[in-house]
């Protein structure tokens, strides 16, 4: 199996590049050529921009990939970011978080300062634990069986258009949920087109929250709970370096 993995970004040669978009999954070495298409296509037709640089990475895959399951999904009603707060706030303390480290999350969240990765944030005292507060760290190393991607397009409520972005995000959140020490995750896409964030967790599954940011904005931001005595380090090797592929069987609590 290989790990495929695209980015792309512009102002290459300015300080600061800037970030327009990214994507990966597992497949077969027949698949490779078909998926790089497909992510070059992707790259450079993207609501953040016009990329000025793609980079795509093909790497074999040495270990094994862990078999977890799909969450399962379900969307909220929710009308504004001030409803969305709600539900998220709801959704958290439902899943252990204290409230301390919701409003911790909160704020990191919908912050202005731009992450390039997901907060890591200790769940009852708030605290933030990712190695770098600017990095973050970033979930990688998935991809999705195609009977998992099957049940994807048969959900009710997401339009056509929008299921390659929810699929990747439940991918994604997949992986996220799996691991022991890891109580939820909330997430704000950056694409100013893309309204539609999610919380998430093993007990919960993943719930879409439409109007979780005002349409046009480029801010997007991510928060993954752990346990307050989790081992970060296991953590984040986990989530960045662990190959997971993600079925349709169920999730088991
Ligand atoms: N925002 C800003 N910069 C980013 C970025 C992001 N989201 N992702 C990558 N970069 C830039 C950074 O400069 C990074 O350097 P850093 O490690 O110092 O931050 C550099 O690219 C290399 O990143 P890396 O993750 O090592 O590259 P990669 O080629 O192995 O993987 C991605 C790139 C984008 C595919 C991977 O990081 C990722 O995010 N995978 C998940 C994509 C996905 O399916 N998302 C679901 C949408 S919800
Ligand atoms: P996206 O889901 O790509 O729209 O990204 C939304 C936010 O999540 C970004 O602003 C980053 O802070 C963060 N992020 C981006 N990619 C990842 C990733 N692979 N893992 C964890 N967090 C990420």
């Known amino acids: 199996m290989w790990s495929i993995r695209m980015r792309a970004s512009k102002n290459r040669a300015k300080r600061g590049s800037m970030h327009i978009s990214g994507a990966e999954t597992i497949c077969t070495e027949q698949q490779l050529k078909q998926i ?7 790259a450079l037709s993207h609501s953040r921009g016009n990329p000025d ?5 093909v790497e074999r895959i040495t270990k094994k990939p862990l078999d977890i399951p799909l ?25 252990g978080v204290s409230a301390r480290a919701v409003n911790a999350g909160l704020k990191v ?4 300062k731009h992450m390039r990765g997901a907060c890591i944030m200790l769940s009852v005292s708030g605290r933030r634990a990712e190695p770098d507060r600017m990095r973050g760290v970033r979930v990688s190393r ?32 997949s992986k996220t949920a799996h691991h022991a020490d890891i109580l939820a995750e909330v997430c704000i896409s950056d694409d100013p087109d893309y309204t539609t964030g999610y919380a998430a967790s093993k007990q919960s599954g993943y719930l879409r929250i439409p109007c979780i940011k005002q349409h046009g904005d480029m801010r997007g931001g991510r928060v993954i709970f752990v346990r307050q005595d989790a081992d970060i380090t296991a953590v984040v090797d986990y989530l960045e370096k662990r190959p997971v592929i993600v079925s349709a069987k169920k999730v088991r609590r």
């Open 36 to 42: 790089a298409q497909q992510y070059i296509k992707r």
């Open 53 to 57: 640089e793609v980079v795509i990475t």
């Open 71 to 95: 969450l399962n999904t379900r969307t909220a009603k929710c009308s504004s970011p001030d409803k969305a707060r709600q539900l998220i706030t709801e959704f958290l303390l439902g899943a």
């Open 109 to 112: 969240l919908y912050s202005k």
């Open 142 to 173: 998935f991809g999705m069986t195609d009977s998992a991607e099957k049940i994807m397009t048969a959900i009710p409520g997401i339009k056509k258009s929008n299921i390659r972005t929810v699929t990747e995000a439940i991918t994604l959140a």
